[in-house]
């Protein structure tokens, strides 16, 4: 398949506003380094190694993907189902200290599993997009994917607990793990750390109010506040002049090895123990991916390729799992910096890596007192985003798409009736564009057909069309369904449209929409951009008006803008 580098590339004309544009060392900084380290502690291995999931797979989809937003590294979810592979396959020994020697051999073991998971679903996504199956992306609703990922971010507060607290507790797993975690943090309660309870609380305290500062105040800020930089520099002085380690016994991230990683290949004898948890691994991998990069490619008007993101994300893992690299997907995080950092394409991605690269080779040393309880309040408070989309669950509900069926001059009837769900809502989109012709193809002339095309309702007359669409009308009467998506999809595209219908001077209208449609798409917000003369309750008043308008305007030789 194909893979055009150059639509990711600035266009010549913008190449200095893009290079104005790329993220800076504060937005790349905390957005790659931390949350790498801090990931690496779900995952249960030592923090290099997220520094690593956070260099060679954003390096490779930089290469290979088709989402030009996407950041990807280390991602919390995939983090923690792995961490508990590893736990289980490879479990910390009942004898309680450990010598130096036992425990750099239990690492090296966790390290091999963790790698042998990121080769064996990196395999299966590689199969995956041999056979084609980058078609289910289509299937992958928008609310299914927002419960599971909320869900995770539930299971990522619990297991964090732990290391807020000060307590040396063994990884829950299994079912019920979450619960079996609580009852665990609870009996233990008495003999949490009183320093590392105090770091945890300081930082959140510090990094809550900071992230939503941020977003606040988004559009008023010049540069996001480095909330997690500040957050380490601080507690790694504290630490370092307080000695908190030695003094409160409180766990540090100690030296971080410089330098890059051997290639080396993953125990293949670890693959039949670890299929059965790298196959879910490698699905969750590609419904996250695929659902945030078609978030950002519907946001800014082009398209994605799941299959080809089937073989980015699936080359991403499997090769970066010859340098001891964990299992990773896109990030909901760190792509949102990045894109209000300035980024547009995946030269974003590729500065993150030498802001990391940077990391590996010359600042390692200075995260050597750095308290873990810090990376894990980094941990939670990078989840804010998925906690505050449980928010969304009471609007998820219905809508209908469309199809041409009639065309007489100047006014063009759009009926699309089936429903408009999470599958189909990127079908609807297109469906409207080519039919206005405002596609990426062109005009509707490009795509094979001609303005001239003679069209009729199933029980209307014949109509030539010997001019230019000037009002559209939407015939909403066979939208029997619509669900969350499809209804954003509607206010979305009408968001997307309106400039484009301002130059071709095109005014769109609303008829005969149900009232439980209707009132999905008053909850998705498309009132607040629509007047109620945009609104119709039948396709006949909404052309009767639409004839007039036409009328008014052939008279008058006036051809005003696409109503806002």
Request: with cysteine; net charge positive.
């Amino acid at each position: 398949m194909r893979h055009d580098l150059a639509s990711f590339m600035p266009a010549p004309k913008s190449v200095g506003r893009g290079l104005g544009k790329a993220p800076s060392p504060q937005h790349a900084f905390p957005s790659t380094s931390i949350p790498g380290m801090a990931f690496a502690l779900l995952t249960s291995v030592p923090p290099v190694f997220g520094l690593y999931t956070s260099f060679f797979p954003v390096l490779i989809y930089s290469l290979l993907g088709t989402g030009r937003h996407l950041s990807t590294g280390t991602f919390a979810i995939l983090s923690l189902m792995t961490g508990s592979a590893v736990e289980r396959l490879v479990p910390e020994p009942l004898v309680g200290n450990l010598s130096g020697i036992e425990r750099e051999q239990l690492e090296a073991q966790r390290i091999g599993v963790a790698a042998a998971m990121a080769f064996g679903s990196g395999a299966l996504m590689l199969g995956m997009f041999a056979l084609q199956l980058g078609v289910l992306s289509t299937f992958l609703s928008e609310p299914v994917v927002k419960a599971l990922t909320s869900g995770a971010a539930l299971h990522v507060l619990v297991s964090q607990l732990p290391s807020l607290l000060g307590l040396s507790l063994p990884r829950q797993i299994g079912c019920f793990s979450l619960f079996k975690t609580l009852a665990g943090v609870l009996t233990a309660l008495p003999r949490s750390s009183p320093a590392e309870l105090t770091i945890s609380a300081l930082s959140l305290a510090l990094l809550v109010p900071v992230k939503e500062l941020n977003v606040r105040f988004r559009d008023r800020l010049p540069t996001p506040i480095p909330g997690e930089v500040v957050m380490v520099l601080l507690a790694s002085v504290l630490c370092f002049t307080s000695s908190l380690d030695t003094r409160y016994n409180v766990q540090i991230v100690g030296l971080l090895p410089g330098g890059l990683p051997q290639p080396l290949l993953p125990n293949l004898a670890e693959l039949p123990r670890i299929l059965a948890d790298s196959l879910p691994i490698a699905l969750v991998t590609f419904a996250v991916s695929a659902s945030l990069a078609s978030i950002y490619a519907d946001k800014y008007s082009y398209t994605i390729d799941s299959n080809q993101e089937l073989l980015a994300h699936g080359a991403s893992n499997l090769i970066s799992s010859l340098f001891s690299c964990f299992p990773n997907s896109a990030t909901l995080a760190t792509t949102s910096l990045l894109v209000d950092a300035g980024g547009k394409t995946q030269l974003a991605g590729l500065f993150s890596c030498i802001v990391v690269l940077s990391v590996l080779l010359w600042l390692g040393p200075f995260f050597y007192y750095l308290p873990k309880a810090v990376l894990a309040c980094i941990n939670i408070s990078s989840m804010r985003q998925l906690f505050f989309q449980m928010q969304e669950l009471p609007q998820l509900w219905r809508i209908s798409r469309m199809d041409f069926l009639l065309q007489v001059p100047g006014l063009c009837i759009l009926s699309y009736p089936t429903p408009l769900y999470f599958g189909t809502r990127g079908q609807f989109r297109r469906s409207l564009e080519w039919h206005l012709g405002l596609g990426e193809g062109g005009t509707r002339e490009a795509s094979g057909r001609s303005e001239g095309t003679l069209t009729s309702k199933p029980d209307g007359p014949t109509v030539a069309a010997a001019e230019p669409v000037r009002v559209v009308v939407l015939d909403f009467s066979g939208v029997t369904f619509a669900d969350a998506a499809g209804a954003r999809e509607v206010v979305q595209v009408r968001e997307r449209l309106a400039s484009r219908c301002r130059d071709a001077r095109i005014r769109l209208l609303l008829a005969q929409c149900n009232a439980s449609v209707l009132g999905t798409l008053t909850q998705a917000g498309l009132l607040d951009r629509v007047t109620p003369d945009q609104l119709f309750v039948s396709v006949q008043d909404a052309a009767a008006h639409a004839l007039g308008s036409l009328s008014t305007r052939s008279r008058s030789r006036e051809v005003p803008g696409c109503s806002q």
